[in-house]
């Protein structure tokens, strides 16, 4: 007999008490420690592979996925405990944080201002440039998978689903999932995804966080926006530590 996931269910000493979020493929439930000495944190977050996605193929993804986050560790990434099989279901269990950037721009827009958006930016861009170092191509970069806390102390890259290891890229692979308005032109034309194609994505994430709170873009950010997404990559920055280091020069506007 099936046991279903819900609200309740233990797995490795924690409780799902909420579900915090869901997608296509995957279920992410908030879970507390039933241990008074937790295995990991007295809160974490669990994400569940869906019931209907648990074919080969999928489920060798989700592992893959929680595999390649576990070896990550940066102040910038989320932190991913385990991967574990259990009752015929997939879980993995990773950092808890409040929630997306996208939701807390759209649900509590009074807490940003034009200086601490430039500190988000740049603590997002350290965690994408650490993946890049550690030769990981992010595929999915966006608002929606930056993690903050509500005190926006803590910023954190996450979703590795469709993630790729530099040295195992295949041609032809470019337009294999992704977020719809921050996929790189080359991705879109089919071609292979690389570290300039995740540089395209973090520029049009910051042209969103700054169109979805209403502030103008100032003079040096809009250069590393307009850089970061050049059609022709060639002409985009080199890498994310030369994004950087612009985004840097470009805090003079702000402050």
């Given at each position: 007999?099936?046991?279903?996931?819900?609200?309740?269910?233990?797995?490795?000493?924690?409780?799902?008490?909420?579900?915090?979020?869901?997608?296509?493929?995957?279920?992410?439930?908030?879970?507390?420690?039933?241990?008074?000495?937790?295995?990991?944190?007295?809160?974490?977050?669990?994400?569940?592979?869906?019931?209907?996605?648990?074919?080969?193929?999928?489920?060798?993804?989700?592992?893959?996925?929680?595999?390649?986050?576990?070896?990550?560790?940066?102040?910038?990434?989320?932190?991913?405990?385990?991967?574990?099989?259990?009752?015929?279901?997939?879980?993995?269990?990773?950092?808890?944080?409040?929630?997306?950037?996208?939701?807390?721009?759209?649900?509590?827009?009074d807490i940003f201002n034009r200086q601490n958006i430039i500190e988000i930016i740049k603590k997002a861009g350290?965690?994408?440039?650490?993946?890049?170092?550690?030769?990981?191509?992010?595929?999915?970069?966006?608002?929606?998978?930056?993690?903050?806390?509500?005190?926006?102390?803590?910023?954190?890259?996450?979703?590795?689903?469709?993630?790729?290891k530099k040295g195992f890229l295949k041609k032809g692979n470019g337009a294999g999932g992704g977020t719809e308005?921050?996929?790189?032109?080359?991705?879109?034309?089919?071609?292979?995804?690389?570290?300039?194609?995740?540089?395209?994505?973090?520029?049009?994430?910051?042209?969103?966080?700054?169109?979805?709170?209403?502030?103008?873009?100032?003079?040096?950010?809009?250069?590393?926006?307009?850089?970061?997404?050049?059609?022709?990559?060639?002409?985009?920055?080199?890498?994310?530590?030369?994004?950087?280091?612009?985004?840097?020069?470009?805090?003079?506007d702000v402050c």
């Amino acid at each position: 007999m099936d046991i279903k996931v819900r609200q309740g269910y233990i797995i490795e000493g924690y409780i799902l008490e909420a579900m915090v979020g869901s997608g296509g493929f995957s279920t992410v439930y908030r879970a507390r420690s039933i241990d008074p000495l937790p295995k990991y944190s007295t809160v974490i977050a669990v994400k569940v592979l869906h019931q209907r996605r648990l074919n080969r193929w999928q489920i060798r993804r989700f592992i893959k996925e929680m595999k390649m986050s576990i070896l990550l560790q940066h102040p910038n990434v989320v932190r991913v405990y385990a991967v574990r099989k259990q009752d015929r279901n997939y879980f993995g269990l990773m950092e808890f944080m409040d929630a997306d950037l996208l939701k807390v721009i759209r649900t509590k827009p009074d807490i940003f201002n034009r200086q601490n958006i430039i500190e988000i930016i740049k603590k997002a861009g350290y965690g994408l440039e650490y993946i890049h170092k550690n030769g990981i191509i992010h595929n999915d970069v966006g608002p929606a998978n930056i993690l903050v806390s509500y005190d926006l102390n803590k910023i954190k890259i996450t979703d590795f689903g469709l993630a790729e290891k530099k040295g195992f890229l295949k041609k032809g692979n470019g337009a294999g999932g992704g977020t719809e308005g921050y996929i790189a032109p080359e991705r879109l034309n089919g071609m292979p995804a690389d570290i300039k194609s995740d540089v395209y994505s973090f520029g049009k994430t910051i042209q969103k966080i700054y169109s979805e709170l209403g502030f103008e873009i100032p003079e040096g950010v809009r250069y590393v926006v307009e850089t970061a997404i050049k059609p022709r990559k060639e002409e985009r920055f080199f890498d994310m530590s030369e994004l950087l280091y612009f985004l840097e020069r470009g805090r003079k506007d702000v402050c």
